[in-house]
């Protein structure tokens, strides 16, 4: 008896819960937020905006104000646990390009186009700099507070708890039940008590697609590709077996809402993550093989099984992921000022109107050789009978707009250069009534000009994004206005590439988000930190033996960092997962640590 009463008085004692609640917070509780919100946009001031002036949203700023709340709390534990708690700060060298990141991008933020936005969030993004050096802080803030194997193993039942809400959620969308779609539980959860009685919304998701409660299907893909690789890795080291049947069957639900989901990225960024998970757990996964070779086809009887549910649209989905062919626009630009220049077919059409007193219009068409372009009149337009411009032009003199329509294909455009006082250009109409000067925008790669719709119509945003970089190269136009930077005037891009009546408000990859908002040196700091990382993680975990409880969780958010980075390419930085993505890295950190450190003990 003294013999077992000494052995519980030296067992490891239970990591402090108070220092892992921000922890908790970000992996497990606010990645489920969702709460109304009713803003003004404040971006009407720019003529290019398309969007409303007051909106809703429902997944990012509720998300964004908890974070903020959490990462103050960082701040004050850190500061309880190094100064009252006597607990020492704990440093790495490789923490030295993210200290670097965030200080560009406070910078960037100082120099921002406008600083308002960069300080406090924009539409449909709400990542100001104030998160952005957040993330920052979590990383150390996780770096720090993992200090040993009782710290991750207190963490992880917190995480996995998140991961199962996340998991009911998703299929519940799946088949077509959505939560968020039940009036009870928008009154319950998301809608504020002062609303209005009869307030109603929908999301804009078809029925049986998931998006869980990350605002956009894609996000999905990074959500799955972060959390499978951990319940991997807690699977192959819990020797019990419903354990091992849990953590089974939650990862297969989460392949199960990604493949619902149709992340097509995300799928193969899991793919390739957990291939190099593979590769370093080779020994592992052998001497398991019965085990892997059933999860590798129960993997397939969830894809294919999902695949028929939805009438085989994932396969399509994959085949159809980069291939595009070369595309041609008969309407080639549209620019504005002293007249209306249209080029069509490679072939150039100037505009001009004249307005007496009764509000009669009189309109003057030239080709480029400045000879007249024939055209017949009708009772309210006129169609040009030139075989080279099949378009048809109509005046308007109504008390909102007065000008004039121009019908090209299947789209009328509206120009107008009697709504300024003082000014007779003519400008196109764009969102309400706001004026727009159309003018060039800089060509990109030849490649992506010719395939708007390359990657699901990313090729249009990457070749309007890449010519930005020029200038906003040093410290970019500050942390989220990317909305700004990017040009929403180009109404001819946006229709040719199927973006018509759209606000591009992310670039569709974190890199070029990155390098336009806070600055290319920015973004190779970013690189160079998790660069560092992941090479200095390979070469400890190629070498494991994986006995110990921190080596297969660290191994599988190496993984689960890959992935995310892998899925990056085709998306953005988004609040509703990103958090996530950067506690991990911490963890991932420490665990490096702690792995090292033990190493150099044994030997």
């Given amino acids: 008896m003294a013999k077992e009463k000494n052995t519980k008085n030296t067992a490891e004692p239970k990591f402090p819960l108070i ?23 404040g971006l009407t001031k ?37 100064f009252a708690a006597e607990i020492p700060a704990v440093w790495n060298k490789q923490l030295l390009p993210l200290v670097i990141y965030c200080a560009l991008t406070f910078i960037s933020a100082l120099a921002s186009t406008d600083i308002g936005y960069s300080f406090s969030g924009i539409y449909e993004q709400f990542e100001s700099v104030w998160i952005l050096m957040g993330y920052g802080i979590l990383v150390y803030y996780a770096f720090y507070v993992i200090s040993s194997e009782a710290a991750l193993k207190r963490l992880m039942p917190w995480f996995v708890g998140g991961i199962v809400v996340m998991g009911v959620i998703g299929i519940l969308q799946a088949l077509s039940h959505d939560l968020y779609s039940y009036r009870w539980f928008q ?38 590709a972060l959390v499978v690789p951990v319940l991997l890795a807690l699977l192959l080291h819990t020797k019990k077996i419903l354990f091992k049947i849990g953590y089974g069957l939650l990862a297969l639900v989460m392949l199960f809402c990604l493949f619902a989901s149709q992340s ?20 592992v996964f052998l001497k398991n093989w019965l085990v892997t070779t059933i999860t590798i086809g129960l993997v397939a009887v969830v894809f294919i099984g999902v695949n028929v549910m939805n009438h085989g649209i994932l396969i399509d989905r994959m ?28 072939q150039t059409l100037h505009i001009t109107t004249t307005t007496d007193d009764d509000e009669n219009t009189t309109f003057t068409l030239k080709d480029s050789s400045n000879k007249n372009v024939a055209y017949s009149e009708k009772e309210d337009s006129i169609v040009i009978t030139d ?60 490649f992506l000009e010719e395939h708007y719709h390359f990657a699901n119509m990313r090729g249009y945003i990457w070749a309007r994004t890449l010519p930005l970089l020029k200038k ?3 410290l970019g136009s500050g942390p989220d206005t990317f909305t700004i930077a990017f ?65 297969k969780i660290g191994v599988g958010i190496l993984a689960s960092v890959i992935g995310y980075l892998i899925l990056a390419l085709t998306n953005d930085s988004c609040i509703a997962v990103s958090p996530i993505f950067w506690v991990l890295t911490g963890i991932g950190l420490a665990i490096n640590r702690q792995l090292k450190k033990a190493s150099v003990h044994a030997s």
């Fill in 387 to 446: 075989t080279r411009f099949p378009f048809t032009l109509t005046a308007i003199n109504e008390q909102k707009f007065k000008g004039f329509g121009v019908k090209i294909d299947d789209k009328t455009w509206y120009f107008s250069n009697r709504l300024k006082q003082g000014d007779s250009r003519y400008y196109a109409k764009g969102a309400g009534s706001s004026l727009v000067l159309l003018t060039n925008h800089e060509k990109s790669l030849k």
């Fill in 319 to 346: 085949k159809s992921m980069f291939s595009t062919s070369a595309e041609t626009h008969p309407l080639e630009s549209i620019l504005t000022g002293e007249d209306v220049t249209v080029t069509y077919n490679k």
């Fill in 264 to 283: 097509r990225a995300g799928i193969v960024a899991l793919i390739i993550s957990c291939f190099i998970m593979l590769l370093c757990m080779r020994r």
């Fill in 19 to 41: 220092y892992l609640v921000p922890l908790i917070a970000v992996l497990a509780i606010i990645p489920l937020i969702v709460h109304m919100y009713k803003y003004d946009t």
């Fill in 46 to 82: 720019y003529a290019s905006f398309q969007g409303p002036s007051t909106t809703y949203d429902f997944f990012l700023h509720s998300k964004m104000t908890w974070l903020l709340f959490i990462l103050a709390l960082c701040i004050f534990i850190l500061a309880y646990m190094i």
């Fill in 187 to 224: 009154k319950l959860f998301i809608v504020p008590s002062n609303a209005t009685q009869n307030f109603k919304f929908k999301f804009n998701f078809e029925p049986g697609r998931v998006y869980l409660s990350l605002y956009n299907p894609n996000y999905v893909g990074f959500y799955v």
């Fill in 487 to 551: 040009p929403n005037d180009d109404f001819v891009g946006l229709y040719n590439s199927g973006h018509d009546q759209e606000i591009i408000s992310r670039p569709h990859c974190m890199y070029l988000q990155i390098a336009v908002q806070t600055g290319v040196p920015s973004l190779i700091a970013f690189l160079i930190f998790f660069g560092w990382y992941i090479i200095s993680s390979l070469r400890l975990y190629w070498k494991q033996s994986y006995e110990s409880y921190m080596s």
């Fill in 472 to 474: 906003y190269f040093f």
